[in-house]
């Protein structure tokens, strides 16, 4: 893979855990909430936060739209945290590349109260620092604000870095950081969704990113 592989980051919805989220159902509410705050309706659940905070961030209402929006956000994560379960291998891979020495950590489009739940649920939290959520970013992914944080953090170079994801928000942010990136099957995405913007690899099984990083 080139560079050693002094991180990796991963995506929690899809890839360290089954994806859950009832997509249709979600988005339809969160249109609605945005069009209820003058906001456009096109997107996904995260192009349309991203569209709105874009607009809120100068005219001083990132505050505002949060308390409105996030709401709306967290009950669906709360919905989908009752269903959630570890993928096959996920907390062994957390352990397999600690061992190696390679840092692990969390950027995730999931908010902060849902997110550590599961993460101690799983006994994933202690493998994983730092963990971004989309409480502690001004955009969520497909922007790579996260996962710039993340590597700052970690005092760590982009081609050092591996992301770990399920989706084409993954590659897109991973991308723009300056990352290689894997994607899990069986995500948000399938496989041919990456046609336009394919990852680095496809892994069937998160056992098999031990051997990218290695």
């Known amino acids: 893979m080139g560079n050693a592989v002094r991180a990796v980051i991963f995506d929690f919805e899809g890839t360290l855990v089954d994806f859950q989220w009832r997509l249709a159902e979600a988005e339809a509410e969160l249109r609605a909430a945005f069009a209820a705050q003058g906001c456009g309706t096109a997107g996904n659940y995260a192009e349309l936060w991203n569209a709105a905070a874009d607009l809120a961030v100068p005219q001083g209402r990132l505050a505002a739209l949060r308390a409105a929006l996030g709401p709306v956000y967290d009950r669906w ?47 994933l939290d202690s493998r994983l620092a730092p ?21 700052a953090d970690l005092k760590v170079e982009p081609a050092e870095a591996l992301f770990v994801g ?16 894997a994607i899990v099957r069986g995500g948000e995405c399938v496989e041919s969704d990456f046609a336009a913007l394919p990852p680095d690899h496809f892994v069937s099984r998160l056992g098999e990113i031990a051997a990218l990083a290695g």
């Open 77 to 123: 994560d709360a919905d989908a945290l009752v269903r959630w379960a570890p993928r096959p291998g996920a907390s062994e891979l957390l352990q397999a590349l600690a061992g190696r020495g390679v840092r692990t950590a969390m950027v995730s489009n999931i908010g902060r109260a849902a997110l550590a739940v599961a993460l101690a649920r799983f006994g």
């Open 166 to 181: 399920d989706s084409r928000a993954d590659v897109r942010a991973a991308r723009a950081a300056g990352l290689r990136v």
């Open 131 to 151: 963990v971004v959520s989309r409480d502690e970013v001004t955009f969520m992914k497909p922007r790579p604000e996260g996962t710039l944080r993340v590597l």
